[in-house]
């Protein structure tokens, strides 16, 4: 029991590294950078502050190193509940993290052309803009791929806890739903032009911001307990 409890504190805390760095790298920096939300305003704003973009790309790279370990780790933590959920969980977890990988590429890559000594004055202003431009556009893209399986791995993990009391149902609850809504947020941006408009995709994915951050802090304080098998009522007797 307490190997299982310190297991799920190790699993709380890299939760809270994927979650941190998270927040930073794909909330706090893209809001700070954002400017007016035009192209070329957003790269004014790198050339502005290329510090504190090239610090956004260190947190990604941060919480793709710590994602390819979580869900490892909570399939030790779960699959007592069902081995084939588990690994379905571990599966679509870790194939996000080689196309997140590919975006981290295209970050490097927007910032190169804008600050690369190579180009001269006149080619920087011809091409490295547009370049840069591309590269963050091609960024978002990869970014709403790899959305995609970050929320299908909730799916079955929310299931697992559910099932297992590992931790609080509640969370597997909201991760379950909090799953639908990325699949949801992923294919309305893929085929619903005025899907950005509207008031669902703003709240899309609230559930499962919900769901792992709860989750997260639960083990991070209270470690993981297993399922207890329930105790007989001594008051029935057994022919």
């Known amino acids: 029991m307490d190997g299982h409890k310190s297991l799920g504190r190790l699993t709380g805390l890299t ?3 994927v979650v941190g760095t998270g927040l930073f790298s794909l909330m706090y920096v893209p809001a700070a950078l954002s400017g007016s939300g035009a192209p070329q305003s957003r790269v004014e704003q790198l050339l502005a502050n290329p510090g504190l973009y090239n610090a956004g ?19 030790r933590l779960l699959h007592h509940a069902g081995r084939w959920a588990a690994s379905v969980m571990a599966v679509l ?8 990988l590919v975006g981290v590429v295209e970050r490097v890559d927007a910032v190169n052309w804008l600050t690369n000594t190579k180009l001269s004055a006149g080619e920087a202003g011809m091409y490295g803009h547009a370049l840069a431009r591309m590269a963050l556009y091609s960024w978002d ?9 970050w ?5 079955p993990m929310g299931y697992l806890i559910t099932v297992s009391r590992t931790i609080p149902r509640l969370f597997g609850y909201l991760l379950m739903l909090g799953s639908a809504g990325y699949v949801v947020d992923v294919f309305g941006q893929l085929l619903l032009p005025d899907y950005s408009r509207s008031m669902f995709s703003d709240y899309a994915t609230v559930p499962a911001a919900l769901g792992e951050i709860g989750t997260c802090l639960w083990l ?8 207890r098998a329930p105790t007989p009522d001594p008051t029935v007797s057994i022919e």
């Not at 977890?93 to 997140?100: K, M, Y």
């Not at 893209?141 to 399986?149: E, M, P, Q, R």
């Not at 991070?220 to 399922?227: D, K, M, T, Y």
Request: glycine letters at 4%; charged letters at 5%.
């Open 15 to 17: 939760y809270l590294v």
């Open 57 to 75: 790309t260190a947190a990604f790279l941060i919480e793709q190193a710590a994602f390819c370990v979580l869900p490892i780790l909570f399939y």
């Open 93 to 100: 977890a870790l194939a996000s993290v080689p196309v997140a």
């Open 141 to 149: 893209h990869t970014l709403l791929i790899a959305s995609l399986f």
């Open 151 to 155: 929320g299908l791995w909730l799916a």
């Open 220 to 227: 991070l304080v209270f470690g993981a307990s297993l399922e």
